[in-house]
T-cell receptor, first 113, second 111 residues
Framework: DGGITQSPKYLFRKEGQNVTLSCEQNLNHDAMYWYRQDPGQGLRLIYYSQIVNDFQKGDIAEGYSVSREKKESFPLTVTSAQKNPTAFYLC????????????FGSGTRLTVV | GEDVEQSLFLSVREGDSSVINCTYTDSSSTYLYWYKQEPGAGLQLLTYIFSNMDMKQDQRLTVLLNKKDKHLSLRIADTQTGDSAIYFCAEMSSNTGKLIFGQGTTLQVKP
């Protein structure tokens, strides 16, 4: 079955470390997105990519980095510059037809210890 | 700018109807969506409505769109305990193709 796979489901990071969250899709979607979710704040866009080898900053890109070397993959690195990284991270992809909206992965919960 | 607003919490009794409301600002939005998020999970697309429609019904779900007031609602008939979740309203920006989400409405269904 086609879908988006995020891994790991839970991730623990020590202060000062960089960590990378994986997002892989086999839907043949061109556009991919990373969101951060905090309680009561909805979803905030971190980065997005509409095509391979190109990506744009979202609303809260500071302290994060991404790459898009393959259509299927859009990993997110949470750097040590991100002051408050504890959150639930969601990856999504979109096909060309807007009526299908986005397809979401099951999320990664990152906790700083 | 683009903004989507929702109330944060709704509590209903099992078997009652639930109505979740949403307002948006981008009058050029072509599609509006409702997503459901269960605890610890990703978002699941429930339904969508095209901007030239007033209503869409899909089994227990009814979406109403008032373009003049930029108001969207989701009605869940015969609400069940399994409907307890966070519901997000979202509009698709026609300029960027990005989804703009509301804060989410937590629906609590009491037995």
């Amino acid at each position: 079955d086609g879908g988006i796979t995020q891994s790991p489901k839970y991730l623990f990071r020590k202060e000062g470390q960089n960590v990378t969250l994986s997002c892989e899709q086999n839907l043949n979607h061109d556009a991919m997105y990373w969101y951060r979710q905090d309680p009561g704040q909805g979803l905030r866009l971190i980065y997005y990519s509409q095509i391979v080898n190109d990506f744009q900053k979202g609303d809260i890109a500071e302290g994060y980095s991404v790459s898009r070397e393959k259509k299927e993959s859009f990993p997110l690195t949470v750097t040590s510059a991100q002051k408050n990284p504890t959150a639930f991270y969601l990856c999504a992809s979109r096909r060309d037809s807007y009526n299908y909206g986005y397809t979401f992965g099951s999320g990664t919960r990152l906790t700083v210890v | 700018g683009e903004d989507v607003e929702q109330s944060l919490f709704l509590s209903v009794r099992e078997g009652d109807s639930s109505v979740i409301n949403c307002t948006y600002t981008d009058s050029s939005s072509t599609y509006l969506y409702w997503y459901k998020q269960e605890p610890g999970a990703g978002l699941q697309l429930l339904t969508y409505i095209f901007s030239n429609m007033d209503m869409k019904q899909d089994q227990r779900l009814t979406v109403l769109l008032n373009k003049k007031d930029k108001h969207l609602s989701l009605r869940i008939a015969d609400t069940q305990t399994g409907d307890s979740a966070i519901y997000f309203c979202a509009e698709m920006s026609s300029n960027t193709g990005k989804l703009i989400f509301g804060q989410g409405t937590t629906l609590q269904v009491k037995p």
